[in-house]
């Protein structure tokens, strides 16, 4: 054995000029080279592909190593090619010619090559199973093999058939690998590649040197990741989007603010995403904006930071985008933006789908949602989602440890969960168990009858916000376990069943609020907020006195985001007062605008201060188009779903739209379209309702009119109310 040990170390540095095996690669080699199936869980940037490529290089025959990442494949081919002469490597797939494939057919059958990259697509092409049959195969290595479970978060139904096909082209050991798994997708994967006695090696899942951090989704979004890239000059960053016209919209607004930026999604031409690539290797650009449904194959160890400017629809999806940062175990900062109104357009996404996925996309968000509202250690709660514990109190390298709430006790609101768990036989989610314990009387308490049993609304006196996070925190805790298999219900553990005896103190730290504010001595390094809260305060008083003067809400005159931008940028003239977010032209002429640039003027010219123009975002010209065209056809009174439809957003986007065009001071009359739409009565109550109203929050209202109103029927009377009022 020992020197097989010697033949490997010097294989390692012969073909990669490494001097020792990372982890567990050494035994992963020799569990392959014995022939045996072996399952690799190692998270990314722990060297996956070395357990793969030393074998093939040691093996006789071609091994087969199948991945969905085109992309991965070309840059891991040229990192082959350029190791070894005796050693080639090829891919088969959509993007070669007729005479490319030929010659790596050639050199197959010519004994050549070692390693043969395909996606999944490829390989169950009835002539390239032909083919195979001719070839000696060494193993086949299943790469992002996470993608053969629906649990997983990229499950491709393509890969439901490897298997098959293995057997179909000829037998031969299977080693597969995955960056993320929990214990359900590892079961599924084993399973369905029928591998299940596979030898396992699974690595820690903990990147101490990545940085975890959840901020509120605000208005400003755009600005604060403008503001952190600029903090951090030259640092490669990806960041990851949900749509593909968010992608290229935010990709624009970066390049306009002197940002090296580029798009990157599967709508762009593959020319155009390989250059992309190349730039971002070579540091030609700084920063990708990608679509978190594509899978970027790039190798880069230097990512400084991965900004997710959407909330990921999974922790698997998150654990892996994140695991990009910081591969040379340097820096790595991640950063999430996190709002409720995005996990409901993505919980909207699933409908229509068959209810088994939606059932299961449904658990995933609710764990996601989890994640970004605890104030537990970040790195706990995500090595706890992959059936890992983690034993440190406190990582000093997460948001809720830098900066941690104050404890309270729980003991007893614990007690009522566990009694309530064991009373409701183990039968239900997290979800009805508050439902019960706070004696909400849902659709779903009514039809078991549970709203007649003693124990329900034993909570009710608790605040209702302590519940989810004492949930949350006994599952971290071990006390409750949450059975996957069976649609997450919760069960208790024979650590909860003797707290239920000898209950012993409980110590939790209440959620973190999203109200769409974000407090920015919260921010990895300490910035100074650049917010002036004595000029912002003057401004507010201005503002209240405006108010009083023209008979109108004082969000009517500014809202406090204009506001607050003034007290940073401090714009001096009208013409700087057109970049502050939320005031455009109309807003610029009202006569009261002078004022408040003139209190700015004094107030710096009083206190010297220097005004730091650049840090304003600048805006890019696609969007002003856009608002042209909608403010066009409003003109022309088309109706607001079908302009919504013609520009290809939803009907929400179109709202978000509208919205920025009114607050920024241009006139719109949208009454034709609520006649067709909405009763004159509810309309009445709505603008009554705003009239009187100190806020236009959104939330406040539908608080106060949601039994009778929609949330579009009080963004479109809000729409009428703003441009009525305060144009």
Known sequence: MAKKKQNLT??????????????DQEAIVQNVLDGKDTFVLMPTGGGKSLCYQLPSLLMEGTAIVISPLIALMKNQVDVISSMSEEGTAHYLNSSLNKAAIDQVKADILAGKTKLLYVAPESLTKEENVEFLKQAKISFYAVDEAHCISEWGHDFRPEYRRIRPIINEIGNAPVIALTATATDKVRTDIKKNLGIIDATEFKSSFNRPNLYYEVRPKTTEVDKDIIRFIKQHPGKSGIIYCLSRKKVEELAEILKANDIKAAP????????????TQDDFLMEEIDVIVATIAFGMGIDKPDVRFVIHYDIPKSLEGYYQETGRAGRDGGEGMCITFYAQKDLQKLDKFMEGKPVAEQDIGRQLL??????????????????????????EENCHNCDNCLHPKKELEAKDLLLIVLKTVQVLKENFRSDHVIDFVTGRETEEILSHKHQNHELFGTGEEYEKKLWNPVIRQALLAGYLKKDVENYGLLKLTSAGKKFMKSPASFMIVEDN?????????????ATISALDQTLS????????KVSKKLGRPPYVIFQDVSIEQMATDFPVNLEELKNIQGVGEGKVRQPYAKEFVDLIKHYCDENDIERQADMRV????????LKVKIIQAIDRQIALDDIATAQGLDFDELLDEVEAIVYSGTKLNIDYFLDEVMDEDHVDDIYDYFAESETDSLEDAIQELGAECSEDEIRLVRIKFISEMAN
């Not at 010097?10 to 982890?23: M, N, S, V």
């Not at 706990?380 to 034993?391: A, N, T, V, W």
């Not at 305060?537 to 209240?544: I, S």
């Open 264 to 275: 990157y999604h599967a709508g762009l031409e593959s020319a155009l995403r390989s250059q």
């Open 10 to 23: 010097e294989a390692l540095k012969k073909y990669f000029g490494f001097d020792k095996f990372k982890g």
């Open 618 to 625: 600048r805006t890019v010209a696609k969007k002003s188009i």
């Open 513 to 525: 609020e999203f109200n769409g504010e974000y407090d920015s001595t919260l921010e990895h390094e």
């Open 366 to 391: 609710a764990e996601t949602a989890a994640y970004a509202e605890s104030s537990v250690c970040r790195r706990k709660m995500l090595l706890h989602y992959f059936g890992e514990e983690y034993h």
């Open 537 to 544: 305060a003057m401004l507010k008083d201005l503002r209240k």
